[in-house]
């Protein structure tokens, strides 16, 4: 693999985020070799790096915010043109509910149709910088898809691992995308087992969610949006959908970047940040709670929104970190109360929004009966995805 020297880029160094050992940034590398844990990416923002030198309004995509990103050389960019993607207000849906700020920022609208798009895509530009010339993934559904499309773009070889009861739209584009597809009986771990198996003598870089540094820098972007889409300032409360959790830790990297370059006041007050979760499968819920020591031994079950049917996430510890920062909390959502979110966004906004998307306006709903949330607090729930992928799933019952 290639070794690279830092040139013009701020990235610094890659740290374990269990005990913060340092790691270089200029070779491939995996999960720390100390904790086998997520390495986390730093950058020298203690430099002077205005608004205005840090973002190129000239990109409309997430490579707007290229100085705060970790590719060295951006001749290895792969971009497909994602981020940027609509923050838009819901007059209707709020005036529903009494609602003085709602907002949801639709990342159905990226490549790929998901927010997926935005981890892969740097994923993939740095595996392309570091001489990768393969990549593998276990998923439920979008990542392997994101990962397919940019490996087709960049050249690279690209393996997808993914439970057999996913809808055929995943499916058939993966194959579109030339990848080498593989159907696994279980969940997202039953097809981490199978990648291990299939990439044993290590000649694909493994892109599974935080087991490399970079698919969380793609992700944070979304933070960086919706601070610059919001003139600098941030909502009470963002609601988000936590599978594998990247872009609920990623998001909150970004504010405590922008924070430490004055892009926000020091004295910014950030959101609480609620992480959202299927009741067929919501271990943070339940470690939360205090119902377990840990997910390691959770048992989750299959449910419509694929993307939160990740039962041991490895990044639990930061994305409790990430809650108990902000003030925030967990909660879980039935399958059926996401349909109905799915009704109420479709009819009354024009947003057919992923099964995800509507678990967190349902736990908005929830979180008011109960008065965590306030209705004049501003509101911003993240779609992950369009729904157009999940119809095996969600067809007839509109």
């Known amino acids: 693999m290639t070794t690279l020297q830092a040139t ?15 790691h270089t940034a200029f070779t491939l590398q995996r999960v720390s070799e100390c904790c086998a844990q997520p390495l986390l990416a730093h950058y020298a923002l203690h430099e002077p790096l205005s608004r205005e030198q840090g973002i190129d309004t000239a990109e409309n995509s997430m490579w707007r915010y290229h100085a705060v990103l970790p590719l060295l050389d951006e001749a290895n960019r792969v971009s497909l043109g994602e981020g940027w993607t609509p923050l838009l207000p819901l007059h209707r849906l709020g005036a529903r509910y009494g ?158 970047e922008m924070k430490a370059m004055g892009w926000l006041p ?30 390691h031994s959770y048992v989750g079950q299959p449910t419509i929104a694929n993307g939160l049917a990740v039962p041991r996430p490895l990044g639990e510890p930061l994305m409790l970190q990430v809650l108990q920062e902000s003030q925030g909390t967990a909660i879980s959502i039935t399958d059926e109360q996401m349909l109905e979110g799915m009704r109420e966004l479709a009819r009354l906004e024009g947003l057919f929004v992923a099964p995800e998307g509507a678990a967190v306006w349902m736990a908005a709903r929830e979180l008011l009966q109960t008065g965590w949330l306030q209705p004049n607090e501003r509101m911003v729930l993240l779609n992950t995805g369009s729904a157009q992928k999940y119809l095996d799933n969600v067809e007839g019952r509109y």
């Open 8 to 22: 013009s880029s701020r990235l610094q160094v890659l740290n374990c985020a269990a005990c913060g050992a340092p």
């Open 99 to 256: 609602l003085a700020d709602l907002l949801l920022k639709d990342e159905g609208q990226n490549p790929t149709g998901s927010f997926k798009a935005r981890g892969l895509s740097m994923a993939i530009s740095k595996a392309k910088e570091l001489g990768v010339t393969g990549c593998i993934i276990p998923t439920a559904g979008n990542a392997g898809v994101a990962m397919a499309a940019y490996c087709a773009r960049a050249g690279l070889r690209a393996v997808v691992v993914m439970p057999r009861h996913t809808p055929k739209a995943f499916k058939e584009e993966c194959y579109w995308y030339g990848a080498d597809v593989h159907l696994v009986d279980g969940l997202i771990n039953d097809c981490a087992a199978r990648v291990r198996e299939l990439n044993a003598d290590g000649a694909l870089l493994d892109v599974s969610t935080l087991k490399e540094p970079y698919r969380l820098e793609g992700k944070k972007t979304m933070g960086y949006e919706l601070a610059e889409q919001l003139n600098w300032t941030l909502p009470d409360v963002l609601l988000y959908p936590a599978g594998g959790g990247t872009g609920l830790i990623g998001i909150w990297k970004a504010f405590q």
């Open 266 to 295: 020091a004295t910014a007050q950030l959101p609480r940040m609620v992480a959202v979760q299927a009741a067929t499968c919501c271990p943070l819920v339940e470690t939360l709670a205090g119902h377990q020591a840990n997910c």
